[in-house]
């Protein structure tokens, strides 16, 4: 059967295991919690995610240089681990929660099955909104989910009220600048438009990924500061990304219903670059 075991600190446990006494929960909220994607046994663009892991430690004044190394070969090994012992040999969302306790930074890795075909983008695309009553801060340290919590929970509950998957969510200046697990992006003729790290939001794993991407598919990329939610409700296209799902269409935000064929061309190229990157990376 699959599943059944996560990673603390590289021993495994079961699931079912009493492992976390009250002060352990308690510590576990002092840290941060994240998720990508694993294919065929390999994180896809593991450089960028543990490079991303390693700056987001470090806004909470966590090191992890001795547990994760930039170039993602320690991280790597872990997460290999956990998926032959879930026996998860295709397509898996890793979850990684880090925190600090006593003298020591504690690691807990858990996998689930998800569908494979290196971010495969096949829905006919989300229904969202717009979460307008609480704004997200803007400094030097907002675009890491160790900061703007409490704005993400009172969105997650919004959506979830909504009955939908997810929800864009606004800076201080009533502007886009992420959505509960990552960013977005929106289309206009040959133009892609990406949220600027200066908005204050989320700051995903694979961005350069979703950028070449673009690029690769024929686009111009623009990186823009200001996106009101008037220029995402006139846009041709709107997509959402992060690092475990991808990108994902938005069939329609509020009332506004979208296209979504360019999106599909630069899936495509995301799709095919995650695919090479595993591939160089096991002949090397």
């Known amino acids: 059967m699959k599943g059944g075991y996560f990673l603390l600190n590289g021993r495994f446990h079961k699931e079912t295991d009493a492992v976390f006494t009250v002060a352990d929960m308690a ?4 840290g941060f919690c994240e998720s990508f994607r694993a294919e065929n046994n390999e994180i896809l663009f593991a450089e960028s995610i543990s490079s991303h892991l390693l700056a987001t430690a470090s806004t909470i004044g966590v090191e992890l240089t001795e547990l994760i190394d930039a170039d993602g070969r320690y991280l790597r090994k872990d997460v290999s681990r956990l998926l032959n012992k879930n026996k998860l040999y295709l397509a898996a969302k890793i979850e990684i929660q880090i ?5 020591k930074v504690n690691i807990l890795l858990r996998a689930e099955e998800i569908p494979r075909g290196y971010y495969p983008n096949v829905e006919p695309g989300l229904l969202i909104s717009i979460f307008r009553d609480q704004l997200q801060e803007s400094h030097e340290i907002s675009g890491y989910p160790t900061s703007g919590l409490f704005v993400r929970q009172c969105a ?9 998957p997810n929800i864009i969510i606004l800076n201080r200046e009533g502007n886009a600048c992420e959505t509960l697990d990552g960013s977005l992006a929106y289309l206009n003729q040959d133009q892609v438009i ?35 939610p008037v220029e995402l409700l006139q846009a041709e296209e709107l997509f959402l ?44």
């Open 194 to 228: 990406f949220t600027s790290e200066l908005e204050g939001g989320y700051n995903c794993a694979i961005r350069n990924q979703l950028i070449k991407s673009a690029i690769d598919a024929g686009f111009i990329t623009v990186v823009k500061e200001r996106i009101s």
């Open 241 to 284: 990304y992060n690092a475990c799902h991808g990108i994902q269409k938005v069939l329609g935000l509020e009332d506004r219903r979208y296209f979504s064929t360019k999106t599909q061309m630069i899936a495509e190229k995301l799709s095919a670059l995650a695919k090479k990157d595993r591939e160089e990376r096991i002949t090397n």
């Open 99 to 103: 925190y600090p306790s006593d003298s």
């Open 156 to 164: 997650a509950q919004r959506a979830k009220e909504l009955n939908q």
């Open 27 to 30: 510590q576990r909220s002092e």
